[in-house]
């Protein structure tokens, strides 16, 4: 009995010991079964849903919780993406062309901006394109109006500024596209913009037209700086010409009078001493003679130093003397 009972003890002991490991083996099997696990990667947020209802937000790494069936992880990309829209629109000037931007954008990354964005909009990237493509059309055609064509294609800067403004700034009573749509707009910009023939015409036409005007006008600036280069040169001719001329006036000033103080020295001199007086004119009539010229003397001058020099070549023609006037008898 004794025997049996042991052998009955141990074989309930294995039976319990079996059942364990079944149990475990069971809950090991349920809790992998029903496990979440999900690897959310950087530009990436793992939104936790259970039973339909948002539990929280996943930052970049690795999610993992065991006995969780009834709990899903939506991904959302929440990294920088473009997109590009062609359309065709009318300007302010009743003018119809195609014009292509690209918007840069993203998601906000903030749990609450995200649980909305689930809520209303969706996870999936598809889910957001449809309406910001739509709100990106509007915006192009109503800054479209706001321009003229060419004012669309010279300032292409203040277009892409004006559908930013569309796109970011909220209406009375009304939340912005962006703010709707739970995103941020980074950038905006005017990629091209196509017109038709004629007008392209019409614009290299007046390309050409203000290439030509441009041109005049440097010619006439030209012109206008040369006339002030030679106006500045003849003025600084002018100016040199000037003061050259009083150069000589105040020289030839200066030299007549130091000649006429010789002169009067000389007067002076010759009023004091008239025997050296007579001497010097008849130096004079010497030099005179020198130069072999016919001179008219005066029949009053003393000839003896010309009587001196009668062999030279030289002719001295003396007019005959006047005749003594007789004195008058006085009349008793």
């Known amino acids: 009995m004794t025997t049996q009972q042991g052998r009955a003890r141990g074989s309930r002991a294995w039976t319990g010991l079996i059942g364990i490991a079944v149990l475990i083996v069971v809950v090991v099997g349920l809790g992998l079964s029903t496990m979440k696990f999900a690897q959310v990667n950087e530009g990436e947020r793992g939104i936790i849903v259970t039973q339909g209802r948002v539990e929280g937000v996943q930052e970049p790494g690795i999610f993992f919780r065991p006995f969780a069936p009834f709990t899903t992880i939506e991904v959302v990309n929440v990294r920088r993406q473009t997109r590009t829209i062609s359309q065709n629109v009318a300007s302010s000037d009743k003018q119809l062309y195609d014009i292509d931007i690209q918007v840069d954008y993203s998601r906000l990354t903030s749990p609450d901006a995200l649980r909305a964005s689930y809520g209303e909009i969706g996870v999936r990237d598809e889910q957001l394109i449809e309406p910001l493509d739509g709100y990106i059309n509007d915006a192009l055609k109503s800054a479209s109006t706001q321009f003229t064509l060419d004012q669309a294609l010279s300032d292409r800067g203040g277009f892409a500024a004006r559908i930013r403004q ?19 707009i980074y950038d905006v910009k005017v990629l091209d913009i196509k017109v038709g023939e ?43 010409a000037l003061t050259r001329e009083r150069g000589k006036t105040a020289a030839a000033l200066e030299a007549a009078n130091r000649e006429a103080q010789v002169r009067a020295i000389e007067g002076r001199y010759w009023r004091e001493n008239p025997e050296l007086f007579e001497l010097r004119k008849r130096e004079l009539m010497v030099q005179m003679l020198d130069n072999g010229n016919i001179w008219f003397i005066d029949p009053n001058t003393d000839l003896t130093l010309l009587l001196n020099r009668m062999g030279e070549t030289t002719a001295v023609v003396t007019p005959p003397a006047q005749p003594e006037a007789q004195p008058s008898t006085p009349t008793p």
Do not use: C, D, M
């Not at 392209?200 to 006008?217: D, H, P």
């Open 198 to 240: 004629e007008y392209a015409r019409l614009l290299a036409e007046k390309a050409n037209l203000e290439v030509q005007i441009e041109t005049e006008q440097k010619r006439r600036e030209q012109i206008e700086a040369q006339q002030a280069n030679n106006l500045f040169q003849a003025e600084q001719e002018a100016q040199v």
């Open 166 to 184: 569309f796109l970011t700034t909220s209406e009375a009573g009304r939340r912005s596209p962006s703010e709707q749509l739970y995103i941020q």
